[in-house]
């Protein structure tokens, strides 16, 4: 997926409230402030790749700035209210009568977690609109490829689960459950570093995905989305042994479908900009399951 115009906004809106969380000298502020034009100047091509452009800028930002997670303090909170709805989010999907009602009630609550997100112009959520989301689910989906991914899925022996965002990751947990009753060995991967508000390995253990999933590796970047050039040995291994990829996000529909691929991947997403929305002919605020054959 390319750039739109509408994305320079945005580049710029989550990079400023980034800086200003990362310092707090005024003189240091503008300099990186300066530099970001710099960058977006060069870079901001119709060629460009959002998440590629993304992930250029946090890494300036922290870079300038010296500190490595400008996100952190919001992440904790994300994880501490999403486990704070868990018990109630999860009697939902075990109350459902069959594995396929379950694993559909599971993907629904994992794509509502993909609100977690935080300063995209135009996108705004409260926790307490978790549940209400959740409960009209089905309204917001428009695309609905969740039998043909749970038909893919049963048939799979190994499957890599790429998480997005903190807080999200506790729903998250609910589908990688059923991915395992389906017979599933599953890998759950997140980021290797600090990337927005994306969830890394300590986010993971934070909210017990590790005591879930079969194993839990990094990608080996802090890349928003999946970029594999950048990713590690380890994971690229992991990557290219499974049969099923279910990816999280926003950014990770930016860069999959950028990639030639040579396996299933399933998309799993809330349309929180135009952008993306209209890359997937869907309006905006829509929930997704879309599976890559």
Sequence with gaps: MKVEIECA???LHRGLFQITEATDDCALQFEVTSALFQLFTKEFQP????????TQRDRLIRRMTGN???????KQRSNQKALEFFPS????????SSPEFRFRKACLCSIVGNIMEFDIPGHTFNYGDIERLIQ?????????????IFDTAKEAGRILYLTDNAGEIVFDKLLVRELKRLGAHVTVGVKGGPIINDATVE???YIGMDRIADALITTGTD????????????????????DLVLAKGMGHAETLTELNLSLPHALLLRTK???VANFLNVEKGKNIAKIML
């Design 9 to 11: 906004g945005c580049l």
């Design 47 to 54: 060629t460009a790749v959002p998440a590629y452009l993304g």
């Design 68 to 74: 490595p997670d400008p996100y952190a303090k919001i």
């Design 89 to 96: 989010v999860r009697k939902l999907v075990s109350n459902e």
């Design 136 to 148: 009209r689910a089905e309204d917001d989906l428009a695309i609905d490829n969740i039998i043909e």
């Design 203 to 205: 986010d993971a253990k």
């Design 223 to 242: 890349a928003v989305g999946l970029m594999p050039e950048q990713c590690s040995n380890e994971f690229l291994s992991a990557y290219d042994s499974v």
């Design 273 to 275: 900009c135009r952008p």
